[in-house]
């Protein structure tokens, strides 16, 4: 069974430019999760998508960033304008359901300058 | 609101040597716990798991039991090996978190040779 896929792997952009994650979950996983991850802490969820359909995103600054999954399957996470303070890795993960196992891939590691 | 709390680290130790994380949490509704592992560079990976009390959830020599009335979750290994150095999470969701999972901050483990 393929795993989660994310690209790209890595990422170096100037502040004030814009940046594209790309996130393809475990085939027929329903939820979609995407986190940011600071150097030496937790992931911190961003967004939590059900099919095409946000849950949560409480914690997602939604002045700069954007998150959509069209057709409930592949999605893509935007920042723009970049800040400093958003160098982090960003990782997506996928589940089956409520309560279940979530699976993670491997990460976009983006470094702002 | 659910949270989960583990022993800060480094944890170092030498190789074959006794392995306990401690983790606790707090939760409303019915939490299903989990410790996942981040070797460096990659995402994350489900290490084992547990989805009512007194479950003990197993993997490559890992071990942590649902402790329902101390409302802990603690990963021990026997006898660790240079290759278990990674960052451990402790995590949760429960049924009425719709799905979102809450992270301690991470341990690390670095084992000597």
């Known amino acids: 069974e393929a795993g989660v896929a994310q690209s790209p792997r890595y990422k170096i952009i100037e502040k004030r430019q814009s940046v594209a994650f790309w996130c393809n979950p475990i085939?027929?996983?329903?939820?979609l999760y995407w986190y940011q991850q600071i150097l030496g802490q937790g992931p911190k969820l961003l967004i939590q998508?059900?099919?095409?359909?946000?849950?949560?995103d409480s914690q997602l600054p939604k002045d700069r960033f954007s998150a959509e999954r069209l057709k409930g399957v592949d999605s893509t996470l935007k920042i723009q304008p970049a800040k400093l303070e958003d160098s982090a890795v960003y990782l997506c993960a996928s589940s089956g359901g409520s309560r279940e196992t979530q699976y993670f891939g491997p990460g976009t590691r983006l470094l702002v300058l | 609101g659910n949270s989960v709390t583990q022993m800060e680290g480094p944890v170092t130790l030498s190789e074959e040597a006794f392995l306990t994380i401690n983790c606790t949490y707090t939760?409303?509704?019915?939490?299903?716990l989990f410790w996942y592992v981040q070797y460096p560079g990659e995402g994350l990976q489900l290490l084992l798991k547990a989805t009512k009390a007194d479950d003990k959830g197993s993997n490559k020599g890992f071990e942590a039991t649902y402790r329902k009335e101390t409302t802990s979750f603690h990963l021990e290994k026997g006898s660790v090996q240079v290759s278990d150095s990674a960052v451990y999470f402790c995590a949760l969701t429960s049924t009425d978190s719709w799905g979102k999972f809450q992270f301690g901050a991470g341990t690390q483990v670095v084992v000597t040779p």
């Open positions: 998508f059900q099919n095409n359909g946000v849950v949560d």
């Open positions: 085939s027929g996983h329903a939820t």
């Open positions: 939760a409303t509704g019915y939490p299903s």
